[in-house]
């Protein structure tokens, strides 16, 4: 191994390497592949981590965000979704579908008041249960499974529903480069997520 610095090499981990180009110190993530035929074993870079400097230590680089970048609500629907899913399965003699679909314009209509093509293909939902046509969805069951879930959430939350909901709705599903990502939790939020038993890994 090249003699480096120790502010250097303390940032060194397993699957990574340094590389020097003059006085400049980069790091890199990486693996080994054994060459076909040959035996012999090669480095294999699996990108960029980030430069390291003596007095900020490892400046980690920039992903670059490639394509668009999608945003959904999320932390009030993940809530509902959690503790009100079960109504689903109580729906036996109702197809899978209809269940689904049942379920889903209940959340949709107690969150907003309505619910229609438009909102639940911007949802967070529409990606957990996809493929739903609302066109034939009975407003007198919405209601009721409305009712359903708001009994629920209060049983469950009692005055600090409000808050809640309102905290939740500053979180936020986002995808970039293809990947979805839950938005930045404050702390008035966790401590609401730790207090009740939530979770946002839905």
């Not at 940032?11 to 006085?23: A, F, M, Q, S």
């Not at 407003?139 to 049983?155: A, S, Y």
Request: aromatic residues 12%; hydrophobic residues 35%.
């Amino acid at each position: 191994m090249a003699n480096y610095p120790d502010w250097v090499l303390k940032h060194k981990r397993k699957g990574t390497y340094i590389n020097r180009v003059k006085d400049k110190y980069y790091l890199y993530a990486a693996h080994s592949e054994r060459e076909p035929g040959t035996g012999k074993v090669k480095r294999v870079c699996d990108g960029y981590i980030g430069r390291i400097t003596e007095k900020d230590g490892l400046i980690l680089s920039k992903p670059k965000i490639k394509g668009s970048i999608e945003v959904r609500e999320y932390g009030r629907e993940a809530i509902v979704f959690q503790l009100c899913f079960r109504f689903m399965e109580s729906y036996g003699k109702k197809s899978k579908d209809a269940a689904r679909l049942l379920f889903c314009a209940g959340l949709l209509t107690y969150l907003h008041g309505w619910v229609d093509e438009y909102l639940y293909g911007k949802s967070w939902i529409s990606l957990q249960l996809p493929g739903l046509n609302f066109s034939q969805v009975s407003t007198v069951e919405v209601q009721r499974m409305v009712t359903k879930i708001t009994g629920v959430l209060q049983d469950h939350f009692g005055e600090d529903l409000g808050q809640v909901m309102q905290k939740a709705g500053r979180l936020y599903k986002v995808q970039a480069n293809r990947t979805w990502h839950i938005s930045e939790e404050d702390e008035p939020l966790r401590f609401m997520r730790k207090r009740y038993g939530l979770t946002w890994e839905v």
